[in-house]
């Protein structure tokens, strides 16, 4: 089979493209995890000659960081989309020779700064995931299976990668770039029964040893409960700043906050007659001021320096462990234990269901490498899979390693267990049932003669 991909870079108002003899190489790896432990991102890197275009950094040439990259791969004259990417660095090789590496949208969102956020009831996904992205302006898509899965608690700042694998490993979905313009959401799949494809000697180039990977004996995940029982103020922050633009990112989820500073005139209730409002200790009732205050973050416009202190009760965390114990058969060595304490959105109202799914990733324990001649085959797919001793693997592909320009050779990572059911026959015997059926009292008499196979 023929394949030929193409490049299409975008910078300005100009849009170059690459194909045929002018990519040199070009090197896609697409990952994912299957229960959300961590979040990979895709990364291609290829390199590109044309005498016509001179993409030089002594030039003030246009590239730069971030400037989108499209792939595609012509197979049997029919182009398949392979994604969506953005520039990350480049180099000149020579004169004409140009290296590229570009990451897609969830590299991006690995450096890009997020502020945190807190959920204190069950709220869909469908609403979590739009609160993380939406302000970005980031294009994604939910499979309808789960928008409507429920989660709660706290998610700390860093960067937003990191935010979304929170809400990703409480959610119990995985989330992928893989063959489209934008984040997708997809719910767990872990080979432990059906597969998407079979995969058939004909359809390998080759086939490397396989790995068995440390027998995990004990797995333990802390879910965190957040409840306003507090009695203690605290002070959250209290510092002298100076005129302009400031950003308290706080380290925990905090209520019922006051704020007190230089700018900050908050409004006080009062009645129809203009009499202030106050409670029985004589203070005044406070409804906010000029600052805006974010669910995990006060921002301020300081038009004159001074001292801004913010008190508050922090929320309690009320933690519960879920322990799983694996029964072990042997003696051997190669054992590990995991510890998920730092979920922060995983309640205790759900948890148990995040340790099954780890249970059952954490039993996957064959590794396997094939590469494959050209296929529809992507990541996330479960695979049927021969190898040694006449023993299958049923296993879902993590990692694929793809050769664009050098026949779209799929270098594919999968793992997964040896699987315990049978397979039916292709053709399977059947065979008719003889007897004579007499109505009676004595229903049993029948069977005398009834032959059962």
């Not at 490049?7 to 959300?36: D, H, K, R």
């Not at 879910?223 to 103020?233: C, E, N």
């Not at 205050?293 to 922090?314: F, H, I, K, P, R």
Request: net charge negative.
């Amino acid at each position: 089979m023929i394949t030929t991909p193409t490049i299409t870079l975008t910078a300005g108002e100009t849009t170059y493209t690459f194909t045929g003899s002018q990519i040199i190489s070009a090197s896609l790896i697409e990952e994912v995890n299957p229960v959300s432990i961590e979040i990979p991102y895709n990364v291609i890197e290829f390199e590109i000659i044309n005498s016509d275009i001179d993409f030089s950094m002594f030039s003030g040439s246009l590239l730069s960081e971030r400037l989108p990259v499209m792939v595609y791969e012509t197979k049997e004259e029919t182009e398949i989309f392979i994604g969506k990417f953005y520039l990350d660095t480049w180099k000149n090789e020579s004169e004409y020779k140009v290296s590229f590496r570009a990451i897609d949208i969830l590299g991006v969102l690995a450096s890009t700064d997020y502020d945190g956020g807190f959920w204190e009831t069950p709220t869909a996904l469908e609403e979590v995931i739009y609160d993380i992205l939406a302000p970005q302006g980031i294009s994604y898509t939910i499979d309808d299976s789960i928008k409507d899965v429920e989660i709660s608690g706290y998610n700390p700042s860093g960067d937003y990668r990191s935010a979304i694998q929170q809400v990703c490993f409480a959610a119990q979905c995985v989330v992928s770039t893989a063959r489209s313009d934008r984040i997708n959401f997809y719910p767990v799949s872990l080979p432990v029964g059906a597969y998407t494809k079979k995969i058939h000697d004909s359809e390998k180039l080759q086939s490397e040893p396989i790995d068995l990977l440390s027998l995990v004996t004990k797995i333990e995940l802390i879910s965190h409960d957040y409840t306003k029982t507090s009695t203690d103020i605290q002070t959250i922050f209290s510092q002298y700043l100076e005129i302009g633009s400031h950003k308290i990112v706080f380290d925990q989820p905090y209520y019922d906050l006051v704020i007190d500073g230089p700018g900050y005139t908050p409004y006080v209730l009062g009645d129809e007659s203009g009499n202030y409002i106050v409670t029985e200790n004589g203070d005044y009732i406070e409804i906010g001021g000029q600052y805006t205050l974010d669910s995990n973050a006060l921002y301020m416009e300081l038009q004159e320096a001074g001292t801004v202190t913010v008190t508050g009760y922090a929320y309690t965390d009320n933690k519960k462990s879920f322990i799983f114990n694996e029964t072990i058969t042997s003696s051997s060595s190669n054992k590990k234990t995991c510890k998920f304490s730092s979920a922060t959105m995983v309640s205790s109202s759900y948890a148990e269901t995040v340790l099954d799914n780890l249970i059952d990733y954490y039993r996957l324990r064959y590794e396997q490498v094939l590469t494959l001649l050209p296929s529809e085959v992507e990541v996330r797919d479960i695979l049927l899979s021969g190898t040694f001793f006449d023993t299958k693997i049923l296993g879902s592909i993590n990692k694929m390693e793809i050769n664009l320009a050098r026949g779209f050779l799929l270098k594919s990572t999968l793992l997964g267990i040896e699987p315990v059911y049978v397979e039916p026959e292709e053709h399977p015997t059947r065979r008719p049932r003889t007897g004579v059926a007499v109505c009676g009292a004595d229903l049993t008499y029948n069977n005398r003669w009834r032959n059962y196979l």
